[in-house]
C-alpha cells in the first residue's frame, strides 16, 4: 500500500511538472524599470528616455524611467546594484561610474553590475561664454590668471571633472571647479555667467552655440563631430585630448544569463533600429551600440584610461574592490 502511494504520488509530480513549467511566465512579464542616475533634462536623461521607448517597442513591456540624481550617479546606481537580480531593475551607466569607485568610497564599482549593452559615446566639448573668440584666447586667459577662470562641472570623479583635468594637462592650464549636479545645470550656470567656460558634451551645448549664446571651441573628438562640423578638434586646436561620455546599459550582479541575452537582444534590436538611430542623431547623440562582451570589454578599457588620468591629477582617494 505504500509502495503503491509512493508511486501514484511519483506520477503525479512527473505530470504536474510539465504544467509547472508552463505556468511559469515568459519574461519580461511586467514593467522594466529604467534608472537614470542624473537629473532629468539633461543629456543621459534625453538619451535615456529616447532608449525606454524604443526597447518597450522590442520588448513588448513598458521600460519605465526614474530619474535618481545624486553623488555624481552613484545614487541612482546603488539603488540599482542593491535591487533583486530579475531583469526587471536596470540601469544608465556611464563615465562616471568608472571615476565614482576611485574617488568615492561608497560607490558601486565596475564588477557590481552586469554590462549588457552598450549604447554609445558623446564627445566633449570645451565651450564658453561668447567673448571668448577661439580655444587660444581662452587659454591665454587661463594662462594669465591661474585659477582666475571658472569651469561648471560635475562633482569629483565625474565626467566633466575628470575632462577639465585632462585639458589643465594638456593645455598647461589651472582652472577653478565649480560642481553641479548633472550637464545640465552645468549649462545653466553657463548661461546665466556664474561660470566663463563648461566641458560638458557637445550634445548639451550644440543649439546654445549656434543661438549664439554660447561658444563651443572645441570638440574632443578624433575627427570633427557631424553635428557642428565647424568647430575644430581640440587636436586641430593644439590640444592632444580626446574624451567623451559614454553610456551603457547595466544590471544587477547575479541576474540571470537567460534574462541577460533576453534583455540584450531586445535593447540592441532597439538601438540599431534605424528610425531609432536617426532620431538619436538629430539630437546629436552617437548611436554605436555593442553587445554584452564587447561592452565589457570597452568599459574596461575606459577604465583603465580614465584610472590613469586621474592617478595622475592625483585624484584618486580611494581604491576598486
Not at 38 to 66: C, K, N, Y
Not at 153 to 166: E, Q, R
Not at 204 to 217: A, C, N, W
Amino acid at each position: 500500500m505504500q509502495q503503491f502511494s509512493r508511486r501514484r504520488l511519483l506520477a503525479a509530480s512527473m505530470l504536474a511538472s510539465p504544467a509547472a513549467v508552463q505556468a511559469q511566465p515568459a519574461f519580461p512579464s511586467q514593467p522594466i524599470s529604467l534608472v537614470v542616475p542624473w537629473p532629468a533634462g539633461g543629456g543621459t536623461d534625453v538619451l535615456g528616455r529616447l532608449v525606454a521607448e524604443a526597447a518597450q517597442a522590442a520588448l513588448g513591456v513598458p521600460v519605465v524611467v526614474m530619474n535618481r540624481p545624486g553623488a555624481s550617479g552613484a545614487i541612482g546606481l546603488r539603488e540599482v546594484s542593491a535591487a533583486a537580480p530579475d531583469g526587471y531593475s536596470l540601469g544608465l551607466a556611464s563615465n562616471a561610474t568608472i571615476g565614482n569607485q576611485y574617488s568615492n568610497p561608497n560607490a558601486n564599482v565596475v564588477g557590481d553590475f552586469e554590462w549588457f549593452a552598450f549604447i554609445g559615446e558623446d564627445a566633449a566639448a570645451i565651450t564658453a561664454r561668447s567673448e571668448y573668440g577661439s580655444l587660444a584666447e581662452l587659454i591665454a586667459a587661463a594662462k594669465a590668471r591661474p585659477g582666475g577662470l571658472k569651469n561648471a562641472n560635475d562633482p569629483p570623479a565625474g565626467s566633466t571633472f575628470v575632462w577639465l583635468a585632462m585639458f589643465e594637462q594638456a593645455s598647461g592650464t589651472r582652472i577653478s571647479r565649480v560642481n553641479y549636479g548633472g550637464y545640465a545645470p552645468s549649462v545653466t550656470a553657463l548661461l546665466s555667467g556664474e561660470v566663463q567656460m563648461t566641458t560638458v558634451p557637445l550634445t548639451d551645448v550644440v543649439e546654445h552655440h549656434r543661438s549664439g549664446k554660447l561658444r563651443v571651441l572645441g570638440v574632443a573628438s578624433e575627427r570633427r563631430h557631424f553635428l557642428l562640423p565647424e568647430a575644430p578638434t581640440l587636436r586641430e586646436a593644439g590640444i592632444d585630448m580626446v574624451a567623451g561620455a559614454f553610456r551603457a546599459l547595466v544590471a544587477p550582479k547575479g541576474t540571470p544569463p537567460q534574462r541577460l541575452a533576453v534583455l540584450e537582444r531586445g535593447f540592441l534590436a532597439a538601438l540599431r533600429a534605424p528610425a531609432f538611430v536617426a532620431r538619436a542623431q538629430h539630437l546629436g547623440f552617437d548611436i554605436s551600440p555593442l553587445p554584452a562582451a564587447e561592452t565589457l570589454v570597452a568599459v574596461q578599457e575606459r577604465d583603465r584610461q580614465i584610472y590613469a588620468v586621474m592617478d595622475e591629477a592625483r585624484m584618486v582617494r580611494t581604491r576598486a574592490k
